[in-house]
């Protein structure tokens, strides 16, 4: 990783920790263990990977990293609320996430359910709020690209074909139909609300779109090869676990070795987008090539 985007992940990530901080005290009251779970979900790891896509974008026009924040945190509540629903003994029944207990692990399965619940909830919470964003027409496009991203049709659509891939039968098309949804969609929804933050018109994100889509299918590549050969402890969860289960994934479809050159040549396509821009976009060329060199 070069040290442009550590630096710029590491102040990020304490960013979003204070916000989420900020917006979760824990009541004296009976509902204080929800509370706890939802911190525990979203305070001290991850990548915060669609924060910083989300804040690079609305920098790279000129838009205010105040509202950026907000609107990633709303994003990374969303992707917090999958990774503990997923975590769930009947969806992929992970006991680690982050390097630390998943919080159905800690918290119960009752508890990890609603804690779930109310982070996506708080998600829209967010970025509904007037005090957020003053333009009703930034609120309403903003919850649009979310929920659009979030929902049937973008992040729980591809993790019910997810299940699907289980049973076999997908072919590589399928793989990358499942994987756009599932995890491309939120990656793309992170750009395409930075752009939205910016006040970047429809015409204007063409390119950005291309960048995300290219980066979307590149990082799933990239989390297929570290199932299939990265290091649990560096990863903070279970690995091999979709040989185990028999899933289809890139890595099952084309090998290793060709799986990492399409990822390769994926984020290659994605820094392409940018040339119409100078190092001002070099946040986002580092955060394409950082997708397929992390080691979890």
């Known amino acids: 990783m070069d040290k442009l985007l550590a630096a710029a992940l590491k102040d990020l990530a304490r960013e979003v920790d204070a916000g989420f901080d900020t917006l979760l005290p824990v009541p004296p009251d009976a509902r204080a263990p929800l509370y706890e779970a939802m911190r525990h979900a979203v305070i001290g790891g991850g ?56 919080v159905h692990k800690a918290f119960g399965e009752a508890m990890a359910v609603l804690a779930g619940d109310a982070l996506q909830a708080l998600a829209f919470e967010i970025l509904s709020d007037v005090n957020t964003f003053a333009d009703p027409y930034v609120r309403a496009e903003l919850v649009h690209a979310l929920a659009a991203a979030a929902g049937a049709g973008g992040m729980v659509g591809g993790q019910v074909m997810d299940i699907a891939a289980e049973q076999g039968g997908f072919d590589l098309p399928a793989i990358t139909r499942m994987q756009q949804l599932k995890t491309g969609a939120l990656l793309a929804a992170a750009v395409e609300m930075g752009a939205i933050v910016a006040h970047v018109p429809h015409e204007g994100r063409v390119h950005l779109r291309g960048y995300a889509h290219d980066i979307g299918l590149a990082f799933q590549i990239a989390d297929d090869l570290l199932d299939h050969e990265g290091d649990a402890k560096l990863a903070g969860k279970a690995l091999r676990k979709d040989a185990a289960a028999g899933k289809a994934t890139f890595v099952e479809q084309l090998g290793a070795d060709r799986a990492r050159a399409q990822a390769g040549m994926l984020v290659d396509q994605a820094i392409a987008h940018l040339a119409a821009h100078g190092q001002e976009a070099d946040l986002l060329r580092g955060l394409a090539r950082y997708i397929v060199e992390r080691d979890r």
């Open 47 to 102: 990548k915060r990977l669609r924060p910083m896509l989300l804040v690079a974008t609305a920098q790279l026009y000129g838009g205010s990293r105040a509202q950026a924040l907000r609107a990633a945190l709303a994003i990374e509540a969303v992707h917090a609320y999958s990774l503990v629903h997923d975590d769930l003994p009947c969806m992929d029944d992970d006991a680690m996430r982050h390097g630390k207990p998943s």
